[in-house]
């Protein structure tokens, strides 16, 4: 070849290399931004709490649809950007059942009756979905190695508290936080139920241990140590048997595919590991006999879902259903177990019996696939090994992102974990990781954008204008929040400093985030992206502040201010329409000051036209009835509505000035009381065991002068529901004393004929 030619070539070469444009700054901060922000939200879901709203751990799940709706609004953002798909010919066969599952779902979704009560979980249904694929497709080993580190940080403060806890437990007054006792001794550190925390430990402890085997750091053992302790005291019976599972797991799959010297005691390490497992599971037997409550709770809702799934065997009811549907196959049992008239079971207590419960048996069948994909593809890519350090590096995390989510899976079917955000998230993050350490990764050619369109700078300031906007409102409406809290200790100032440090980081650093892509991104659909993505953000912020004026109204029933309440019952009503129980407590509100004068209040739900306390309280009953029938207290709170308006009406006409108007109260009084008699008739069908609905149906046959119908009735509650043999419930209906002055009451009726 001549060196006129070689000259050529060599030019061409080099303008080749020249025409590659370089990775934008836009891309680099995104991503860094995708990474660090996805370990700042798996941290903040541990270990945030808070008191100022009913739900404690509202604060959970307002982080994980705000951090998400971010996340994924940058994700897209990005995709613009590059002019190309996130799903290539190389990942999307390994994709393909996280596809299946969620258009199943969401088929399953669009066919059921109850969209409304169902659409705030749905929505938490693609949420996750969408940061299972945005880890599944963007994230690389060096990513999964920050993220890691978070959530080992987040391990330590969990920890840390948790032990702190147990150490209450024995020097009473160590633990200064306002909820300390709330489960008694057992222990729940950051999170809301001492399962969740178990939950926690377990697949925590994996990634710690995992990160030891990377950096040979022994303060991780030290971690492990401390989890292990905990576990202990949170007397969570199924998450022992899951944490020796995911352990065992671990083990199994180091000997048999990484550790090649292990191989020659590989029949004693396989051993060892089955060992502990039977040791957690003897362990676990025995509490249960201890406490026998919880092992009879599980029971009697797994077959009432069993139940429930042969109704529905092939489409199921569809996602965030189960909590609808249940009510209507629960055993009696479960209100005596939980002694409160009230309770409702959201979910199974096993995850493969809710998913076949919600998507039926494709659905199940679906989910399973998914599962065993998942693992098999793991295990697969643990068989490659070698020398080179980045390989061995992406085994070790494989192998303990594997074990995590094996023992989560396992925990699940025992435990309804993985529907709490504290949990739920890191199942959605778990199952994108697995498949980002798996996939082979095509390299992507950065876009030169050339010239910026006029539309990017107005849409930059639209972004920037709407961010200031928003900051001003979020901290003016935190301020008003924390205004309701009374500080009366020094775990609750604690509590203050933290909650407005947390916060302003939050606020301020998620503005920056969005300050800085708005600045450097090229594309104008792209930034419009960013700027509609703020008002769900603000939606989701607006489901928190709900709940807090939940909790505010729900404080001033209980202290007899039944009049102050409504305005916050409306307010929560109005910030989140998605939630039924608001209307519930309304309604019951309603009843209480049952103002009978039309006026029109739009603190009390009016809108257009001038209503009375009878008409608004039947009007939310009318809303909860059409979107969650079953609830176990709707027709006892119906017929409550209809006793106290049939009570007002008699007390009426027997001060009428005319027989006419006698009459008319009279006929009204009758048919009040009939309507309430019929609503507590059905009301059993949903709980046969609520004393007051059969004090109520014995008080009306006392009105009605009817003794022995009377008599019936105290009978019916005495001798306990049909199919209810259990000798310490059927006493409690036995010795109630609220029968014994109505039933004195019937006999002297019955005497007189």
């Not at 396992?410 to 739920?424: C, K, L, P, T």
Request: some cysteine; charged content about 15%; aromatic content about 14%.
């Amino acid at each position: 070849m001549s060196a006129k030619r070689i000259k050529k070539n060599t030019s061409k070469n080099n303008s080749a290399k020249t025409a590659v444009p370089a990775p934008n700054s836009f891309e680099r901060f995104v991503r860094g931004a995708l990474v660090h922000g996805t370990g700042i939200l798996t941290m903040l879901v541990s270990i945030s709490f808070f008191t100022a709203t009913y739900d404690s751990a509202q604060v959970k799940l307002t982080l994980l649809h705000a951090g998400g709706l971010i996340l994924l609004a940058l994700w897209a953002s990005l995709c613009l950007v590059r002019k190309k798909l996130p799903f290539t010919r190389q990942n999307v066969m390994f994709l393909l059942p996280v596809f299946a599952y969620l258009a199943w779902n969401t088929l399953s979704f669009l066919l059921l009756p109850y969209k409304m009560e169902a659409a705030e979980e749905f929505f938490r249904f693609w949420l996750y979905g969408g940061l299972t694929l945005l880890a599944a497709t963007e994230f690389t080993l060096e990513d999964v190695r920050i993220i890691t580190k978070y959530i080992i940080a987040a391990a330590w403060v969990s920890f840390a508290y948790g032990a702190l806890q147990v150490l209450d437990g024995f020097f009473q007054g160590i633990d200064p936080m306002p909820w300390r006792g709330f489960f008694s001794k057992r222990v729940f550190s950051t999170h809301a139920n001492p399962n969740f925390y178990a939950d926690f430990v377990i697949f925590s402890s994996c990634l710690a241990g995992a990160g030891y085997f990377v950096s040979r750091k022994k303060p991780l053992l030290v971690l492990l140590g401390i989890g292990a302790v905990t576990l202990f005291f949170t007397e969570s019976k199924g998450a022992w048997v899951a944490y020796a599972a995911a352990a065992a797991c671990a083990a199994a799959l180091y000997t048999n595919c990484l550790a090649q010297a292990a191989k020659k005691h590989l029949k004693k390490i396989n051993l060892a590991a089955a060992a502990l497992l039977l040791a957690a599971v003897v362990l676990a037997g025995g509490f249960a006999l201890k406490r026998f409550q919880s092992v009879s709770f599980r029971t009697h809702t797994w077959l009432s879902s069993f139940e429930m799934v042969q109704d529905a065997p092939v489409l199921g009811t569809g996602p965030g259903s189960f909590k609808i549907i249940y009510s209507a196959y629960r055993r009696p049992q479960i209100f005596y177990i939980e002694n409160a008239p009230n309770t409702e079971t959201r979910h199974a207590e096993n995850e493969f019996l809710e998913q076949w419960a919600a998507g039926g048996t494709v659905g199940l069948a679906i989910f399973l696939w998914l599962l065993v994909f998942l693992l098999t593809l793991s295990v697969k890519n643990l068989k490659h090994t070698g020398a080179d350090n980045t390989l061995r590096e992406r085994n070790i995390y494989l192998l303990g992102i594997t074990a995590a989510f094996t023992g989560m899976m396992i925990h699940a079917g025992v435990d309804i974990s993985i529907h709490f955000a504290s949990s739920g998230l890191f199942w959605a993050l778990f199952m994108g990781l697995i498949i980002a350490l798996c996939t082979p990764r095509e390299a992507l050619i950065p876009v030169s954008w050339g010239k910026i369109s006029a539309w990017v700078w107005v849409l930059r300031a639209a972004v920037w204008g709407a961010l200031a906007w928003l900051v001003c409102c979020l901290f003016c409406q935190f301020y008003e929040i924390n205004a309701a809290v009374r500080i009366t200790s020094i775990g609750q100032l604690l509590l203050e400093a933290c909650a407005w440090t947390v916060f302003s980081a939050c606020v301020l650093g998620a503005s920056y985030v969005y300050v800085r892509a708005a600045k450097l991104c090229p594309s104008p659909v792209a930034l419009a992206v960013l700027l509609l993505s703020l008002l769900p953000v603000y939606g989701v912020w607006g489901f928190f502040r709900a709940n807090h004026y939940y909790s505010l109204g729900v404080s001033m029933v209980n202290a007899y201010n039944a009049e102050g309440a409504l305005g916050y019952f409306t307010k929560a009503i109005r910030l989140n329409p998605f939630q039924t129980e608001y209307h519930q407590f309304r309604a019951n509100t309603l009843a209480v000051t049952f103002n009978l004068t039309k006026t029109f209040s739009p603190a009390r739900g009016d809108e257009k036209i001038m209503s009375d306390d009878f008409e608004r309280a039947r009007k939310d009953l009318d809303t909860v009835a059409a979107r969650s029938p079953n609830h176990p207290l709707l027709y006892h709170n119906y017929g409550q509505l209809y006793f106290t308006m049939a009570m007002r009406r008699s007390q009426e006409a027997s001060q009428a000035k005319s027989q006419a108007e006698y009459e008319l109260f009279r006929d009204d009084a009758v048919k009040n009381m009939e309507l309430a008699k019929q609503a507590f008739k059905r009301a059993l069908l949903a709980d046969p065991v609520n004393a007051q609905t059969y004090f109520y149906l014995t008080q009306i046959a006392l009105l009605e002068r009817d003794g022995k119908t009377a008599l019936e009735w105290i009978n019916r509650y005495r001798q306990g529901p049909q199919g209810v043999t259990e000798e310490e419930f059927l006493k409690i209906n036995r010795t109630n004393p609220i029968f014994t002055p109505l039933e004195q009451q019937a006999r002297a009726l019955l005497s007189r004929r």
